[in-house]
T-cell receptor, first 115, second 113 residues
């Protein structure tokens, strides 16, 4: 029972390099999210998707792009990485219309360091 | 400006005692509130939630209290156990069908044996 899987778990980039984080969920959830966690900042929403083929901006979208070509996958891209994007990234998903509890299922996180 | 605030970055409690984690919010339109628990190197996991129309929800050792007039909620853990040591995030669900969650900064709970 995999749940939400993120790859890679760790990555070190140089400033200006690009990369893509992959999130895959096997729970047939409609909604998917990308958050970043920084010390003393909690979890901040980067982008989210309410269904296949749709994406929307969250609280801190600048410098990131996303795509949801398949329902089970949500990709987070950094076109030109900056040191300010050093963070731990969490993907999450939830079903619709399970808004009642609002429960999100999180992946284990991807630690990205930009030098 | 923060809509969900956890003003205590850390809390230390003796095993067997009560742990009380607090959370304040500013938007009276939030319709659900949730607590998540996070261990190091793991993703957050859902702990307990409460609807804005309730004032208390209990699940085993965990109870969440909501005071809408004060825009305040709290998570009580009784009795506290060393395995409860983790970072606890308070979150609020935005109104509307999408209901994005807004998280507080978290409180690190340490339960001493």
């Amino acid at each position: 029972n995999a749940g939400v899987t993120q790859t890679p778990k760790f990555r070190v980039l140089k400033t200006g390099q690009s990369m893509t984080l992959l999130c895959a969920q096997d729970m047939n959830h409609e909604y998917m999210y990308w958050y970043r966690q920084d010390p003393g900042m909690g979890l901040r929403l980067i982008h989210y998707s309410v269904g296949e083929g749709t994406t929307a901006k969250g609280e801190v979208p600048d410098g990131y792009n996303v795509s949801r070509l398949k329902k089970q996958n949500f990709l987070l891209g950094l076109e030109s990485a900056a040191p300010s994007q050093t963070s731990v990234y969490f993907c999450a998903s939830r079903s619709f219309p399970n808004k009642g509890t609002g429960e999100l299922f999180f992946g284990e996180g991807s630690r990205l360091t930009v030098l | 400006d923060q809509q969900v605030k956890q003003n205590s970055p850390s809390l230390s409690v003796q095993e067997g005692r009560i742990s009380i984690l607090n959370c304040d919010y500013t938007n009276s339109m939030f319709d659900y509130f949730l607590w998540y628990k996070k261990y190091p190197a793991e993703g957050p996991t859902f702990l307990i939630s409460i609807s804005s129309i309730k004032d208390k929800n209990e699940d085993g050792r965990f109870t969440v209290f909501l005071n809408k007039s004060a825009k305040h909620l709290s998570l009580h853990i009784v009795p506290s156990q060393p395995g409860d040591s983790a970072v606890y995030f308070c979150a609020a669900s935005e109104p509307g069908s999408q209901g994005n969650l807004i998280f507080g900064k978290g409180t690190k709970l340490s339960v001493k044996p």
